[in-house]
């Protein structure tokens, strides 16, 4: 199965022949923009401030890339690459097709930046790289967004993520977050020095992941963190349960496991309708049993967290820290229960960022996150 058959000039530009002409139609098009500004009284700033190449294998993802670079584009001026592949490329004639585009923003001030398109039909891996090293501004980070699951054994990755200062990922769209996700910390351990390794998902859960952190913050329950007994993450599925996407809830759980000590006990065993069940083991050698479960929510993505369930105990009190996502996911209800009984309950809002936030974030932030690495360590023996 092959996308983007044929090339949507509206949305991806005219056609260059070889990088030497798409450099010269880019130039052309500057200096024409340059002057159709200057009649209408208006200055225009070539800005770049980065490379940004992003590889996507369907059209949807594309489309979705180009339209956040353009959102993001005065903040965020890049030479953007857009590398469109085949699903099926072996055994097929190689061949690279590349477009040209020049987004003219609307404004008193107006902000050039450049983006290029890169269609490669069949056999073409090897000629990627060799493609794209050309079309890099000099002396300028490179941001190498995946957006689906990075196939991390192929040389043609491999020598991309060569390029990269950066790799973006989003493990919602990963097709198996469990493997995936544990295989990434090899590639985290890798580029220690050379690149960062970020997930979109990570930051979609830090609302979750600062909540639990305050419910330990109060002195009285901080020494129930040390006796938690079990763990319930669920996550949201669609009506038909098909698409089952428990990415967000694994990384909420190496998490955990990486900032308490946990070790995996047993590998991770599938439960009922997509869900998972295993056990780890605290730091003081207690078997913790946790469970993973889908759950249909009107509003929500497939994927998004929507609640989660500590229990623990201390001095021979139960206690359970419970954060319940709203229908719509505007919100969600933060309660804690000693014994049984209700000693807190709190209403707290949850954003729900977009992609151009999330990556707006991403190139703000030229740093890798230890901690989503400790997460995906501890999400290895799992696996």
Known sequence: MSVMTTID?????????????????????????GAHAKEQGVSVARASVLNLVVFATREIHARRAASTIDELATRHPSRAIVVVADR???GKPPDLEMHYHLPTPDGTQQVSYEQILIRARGDADRRLVSAVIPLLLPDLPVFLWWTETPPLDAPSFAEL??????????????????????????VARSGHGRYGLTDFNWTRITPWRELTSQFFDVPAWRPFLDGITGL????????DGREIHPSQALLFIGWLASRLGWTARESLAPSEAGGLLFGMRRIDGTDIQVRVRPRFMAGLDEGDLSGLRIQAEHGGQHAEFVVKRAEHGGYATALVTM??????????PLGKPGVSDLLGEELTIARSDAIYEDALAALVALA
């Not at 000039?9 to 024409?32: F, I, K, N, P």
């Not at 319930?232 to 009506?239: E, H, K, L, P």
């Open 232 to 239: 319930r993450v669920g996550f949201a599925v669609d009506a």
């Open 161 to 186: 993520l060569e390029l990269a200062d950066r790799l973006i990922v989003d493990s919602a769209d990963f097709a198996r977050p469990d493997s995936t996700l544990a295989r990434l910390h090899a």
């Open 339 to 348: 014994s049984g009984r209700g000693v807190a309950e709190r209403i707290v």
């Open 9 to 33: 000039e509206r949305v991806w530009g005219g056609r260059a022949e070889g990088v030497a002409g798409l450099e010269r139609e880019l130039a052309r098009m500057r200096r024409s923009m």
């Open 88 to 90: 099926e490329r072996a």
